[in-house]
């Protein structure tokens, strides 16, 4: 209800000003105690992990770590922080968030824009959240693709003792041929040399940190069969389906429809479900699948579940819906 009385208002700002905007109001009222959404406790048993519910918010809203606890207090079942980076960077220039409203859309090119993994570290340590909090890692923009590896490592080491499960995230169209490591001999490399370091984390901090990978929308049934096959080899903990995706189907005539980016939102949403059940139909429960992509309601939700999805996360279908979105996820989730 709040949220759609201010939604005019925040929609009325540039895109990035409303987001920041929106994040310190919601920081205030938490600390005024006036912001909670009471959810249905669903658990979830998930790599190894009991979650509360299986709605999560996915990363790119709190980039930096820095609104945790006010978050939490809208009745997510987890919170994806990130991407981050091991070093500072500002991201893509400006303008870099578009809204596309008539199509209930959003295209991005963010560019990885955060505070580097130092800082976001300091922040989990502040927050009182105790959780399930999954951290997303990612390489700095300027590390040859070719070294994308040594940035995932330094990530992994830092965060390992901060996160619930460790997101690696190859599939944001904004970072120059970030997308190349979804393949052949670069994807083997990453995931092999993950998967062995976070065995000897886990032996030197005498826990387990499931690794997550999150792959693009736009693979090919050949891409989806080869990432399937190297996520069994390696025996990695889990798959997000999906990030944005390049497509323009359904937003090319409308206004900021051909900007550069990613885009999310309802547009997304088959494309992405699609890419979910082709994955699944492959790993047959092998290796638990996190839906996300394109949920504006609840029987969406329902929907990447019944496709495959053991958890879901949302994004974009806040921007639109407000958080009452999170309690319908919940609720048509079984």
Known sequence: MLYSLARPLLFSLAP???????????????????????????????????????VGLAAGLDKNGAYIDALAGL????????????????????????????????????????DGV???IENVKAAKFKGILGINIGKNADTPVEDAVSDYLICLEKVYNYASY???????????????????H??????????NRQLELAEEHKHYVPL????????????????ADQLLQFKIDGLIVTNTTLSREGVENLEHGNEAGGLSGAPVFEKSTACLKAFAEILKDQIPLIGVGGILQGD???????????????????????????????????
């Open 118 to 120: 130092d800082q976001l």
């Open 186 to 195: 670069a994807l083997t490399e990453l995931l092999e040399t993950l998967k």
């Open 75 to 114: 009745g997510f079942g987890f919170i994806e922080i990130g991407t981050i980076t091991p070093r500072p960077q500002s991201g893509n220039p400006k303008p870099r968030l578009f809204r596309i409203p008539k199509a209930k859309a959003i295209i991005n090119r963010m560019g990885f824009n955060n």
């Open 16 to 54: 990035e000003r409303a987001h920041e905007l929106t994040l310190s109001l919601l920081q205030k009222a938490h600390k005024m105690r006036a912001m909670r959404q009471h959810v249905a406790a669903k658990p979830v048993t998930c790599m190894g992990i009991e979650f509360p519910n299986p």
């Open 166 to 184: 460790i997101t690696v995230n190859i599939s944001s169209p904004n970072t120059k041929n970030l997308r190349s490591l979804q393949s052949g």
């Open 212 to 227: 997550v990978l999150k792959v693009a929308p736009d693979l090919t049934e050949q891409d989806i069969t080869f990432i």
């Open 300 to 334: 969406q939700a329902k929907a990447k579940q019944d496709a495959g999805a053991a958890l879901v996360q949302i994004y974009s279908g806040m921007i639109y819906t407000g958080p009452t979105l999170i309690k319908d996820c919940v609720d048509a989730m079984t």
